[in-house]
C-alpha cells in the first residue's frame, strides 16, 4: 500500500518546544503507527518532525502546533483548499496526545466525511432502526485516562473497527486499550457522532458528566469543509483535555514524565558509551599499519 505522509510542525519559540521534544513526539506517534494503529486498520504512513511549514513535503499533511487555537471549531481536523487533510493542535501541557489523536483520525478518515451505517447506541433507540455513524476513531475514548505511553510520550487510545459491530462478541477487540467493551459505546469523557436519516438530524452520545446522554444537534444543513469539521465545531461538542490541557496531577500526565527523566538518564548514558566506542574506531591503527 502506498503510505500517507503526516508532518509534525511546531511554530511556537523553541523555548516552549524543542526541535529534540518534537522529533521524540514524532518518533513515539511513528511507532504507534506502525506497531498499534496499521495492523488494525489496515493503512500505513511516516510521521516527521519539521522546524518550519515552509519544509514540509508537498505531499505531507501538517499537523501544527500553535498557542492562539482558541475559536471554537478552529482547533483539530480541516482540509485545506486543495482537499488536502491537515490539523490544528492547541498547546497546552498534553499536546502530544492531542497529535495522536489527530494523526489516527488523519489516517482512518482523510477526507472528514466516512460514514459507517449500523443499529443506534443501544440504551438510545428512540425508534431509531439504523443510523450513519461518523468515523472518529479516537472521540469515544478520547479521555486521557485511557491513553497509554510509547517512548514515554503520551498517546490516545483508539477504536478497532469492530467498534461498528451489530452486537458485542467473546473475544473481541473495540479500541486498543481494551476499555471499550461493547460496540458503539462511549467512555467517560468521550463521544460519539451519528446522523439519523429519519429525521435528518444529527445527534451524539456524549457521556461528559456523570454518564451517558443523548444530544441532538439538529440538522446540519451547512457542512464546513466536511461532516468532521462541522460536527466538531458545534457549539455542543467538547474536547476540554485536548484545548485547556491536563491537571498537574493528572495520572498519565505525572507517569510519563517521571518515566521520561528516567529514560533521559539511559539515553545520555548510552549515547555517551557509543561516542566514546565511536572515537576507540576512529584512533585504531589500520590492520598491516606499519
Known sequence: MLPYH?????????????????????????????RDFSPIWQVDATVDAFTRLEDVPLDAWPIIIRKDIHMPG???????????????????????????????EMLADPTGNRLIAAS????????????????????????????????????SDFLTPHYYDPRKAI?????????????RTVLQG?????????????????????????VDLGQV??????????????RLTRHPELEKGLPANNRLLVSARTKKEAAQKS????????????????QREPVGAV
Request: proline content about 4%; charged content about 20%.
Open 6 to 34: 503526516i508532518a509534525l510542525v511546531s511554530e511556537l519559540k523553541y523555548d516552549d518546544i524543542s526541535l529534540t521534544e518534537l522529533t521524540q513526539v514524532s518518533a513515539a506517534v511513528q511507532k504507534q503507527v506502525t
Open 74 to 104: 478552529a482547533a483539530g481536523f480541516h482540509t485545506d483548499p486543495s482537499g488536502q487533510p491537515f490539523a490544528l493542535v492547541q498547546f497546552n501541557n498534553s499536546w502530544p496526545l492531542t497529535v495522536s489523536h489527530e494523526c489516527l
Open 120 to 155: 443506534s447506541v443501544q440504551e438510545f433507540q428512540n425508534g431509531q432502526a439504523r443510523v450513519m455513524y461518523l468515523v472518529e476513531v479516537c472521540d469515544p475514548c478520547e479521555a486521557s485516562d485511557f491513553g497509554y505511553t510509547i517512548n514515554d510520550i503520551m498517546v
Open 171 to 183: 473475544g473481541v477487540q473495540y479500541d486498543y486499550s481494551g476499555a471499550v467493551t461493547a460496540p
Open 190 to 214: 468521550g463521544y460519539v457522532s451519528f446522523a439519523d436519516p429519519t429525521s435528518n438530524h444529527w445527534l451524539q452520545v456524549q457521556d461528559f458528566d456523570g454518564g451517558p446522554k443523548l
Open 221 to 234: 444543513d451547512r457542512v464546513i469543509e466536511n461532516l468532521r469539521t462541522t460536527i466538531d465545531s458545534h
Open 267 to 282: 539515553a545520555a548514558a548510552r549515547a555517551q558509551a557509543l561516542r566514546q566506542h565511536i572515537d576507540k574506531l576512529i
